[in-house]
């Protein structure tokens, strides 16, 4: 079965709408997102325009803030001690990456965690790892969402995590691992120094690939009957497109959709699912406010 990340993001969307129409009726705060987004990388900018096309559709407020990639470290920090302070932004993101000479760490650490709607601070990312209330990251909240929608069983099943990265797949494996639904899975967490990772694949129930490496899923990877979360979005060269490019995922999709129980698209996927879950996290955040 294939899971509908747009249909259901779409479906969120409608939620989220409805609950900002009734705060609006009743004068309160109106969710409201800004992104900053440095540089021309097409991707980002092609990231943040969904961002912002969902908080429109949800009936949130968005602003954008366009920098050129010539920004100083320092002149980016000045924009996050501003976005911090000011009142009438909810929350905020920095699309990431950066450039080379501005430290990533350094400005995910500047944000005020109580306005960190991707989750990637440090603040966030304990609390989320010890089970707290926390603004959980986009990517995995997003997963975590399409599991327990499509209610897909988790509790004891064998869950493969390849990638480890600290905004996908090293949450993700906190995630599954906690003591809750979508949860309770015994988590393999596997990375470039995993020595056979197609061993370590095929014992998973559920298999979450976090990579950046078109097609590396190959079916005699995956055990028949998994459930299978492709989150890669990678561009491959296509001259019969007008972009000269097609999206694709971390997962051999045509190979593996016969071997598996569920899988998701690219796109349509999980990329519609982590855009969802930005707004769930700011509409948070306007109600903490
Ligand atoms: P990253 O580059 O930060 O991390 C990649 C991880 O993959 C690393 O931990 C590395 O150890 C592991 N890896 C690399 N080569 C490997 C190999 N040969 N075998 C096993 N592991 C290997 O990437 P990321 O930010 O986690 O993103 C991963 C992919 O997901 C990318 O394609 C990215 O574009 C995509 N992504 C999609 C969304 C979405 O919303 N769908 C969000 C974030 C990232």
Known sequence: MIIDGKG???????????EVDAIRERGGNIPHLAAVLVGDNPASASYVRNKVRFCEGAGFESTLIRKD?????????EIIADLNENEDVDGFIVQLPLPEHI???????AIDPR??????????FGKMAQGLDAFLPATPYGIMTMLQRYEIETSGKHCVVVGRSNIVGTPMSILLSRKAYP?????????????DI????????ILIAAIGIPNFISADMVKE??????????????????????????????????KSSYITPVPKGVGPMTVTALMMNTLKAAKQK
Request: aromatic fraction near 4%; glycine fraction near 8%.
């Open 8 to 18: 259901l993001a779409e479906t969120i969307k409608g939620e989220l709408k409805l």
């Open 69 to 77: 990639s010539s920004i100083t470290e320092e002149e980016l920090l």
């Open 103 to 109: 430290d990533e760490d350094k400005v995910t650490m």
């Open 115 to 124: 306005k960190d709607v991707d989750g990637f601070h440090p603040v966030n």
């Open 183 to 195: 949860g309770n899975c015994t988590v393999t967490l596997t990375h470039s120094r995993t020595k």
């Open 198 to 205: 197609a061993s370590e694949c095929l014992r998973a129930d």
């Open 225 to 258: 009957g998994a459930v299978v979360i492709d989150v890669g979005i990678n561009r491959v060269e296509d001259d019969s497109r007008k972009s000269g490019y097609r999206l694709v995922g971390d997962v051999d999709y045509d190979s593996v959709y016969g």
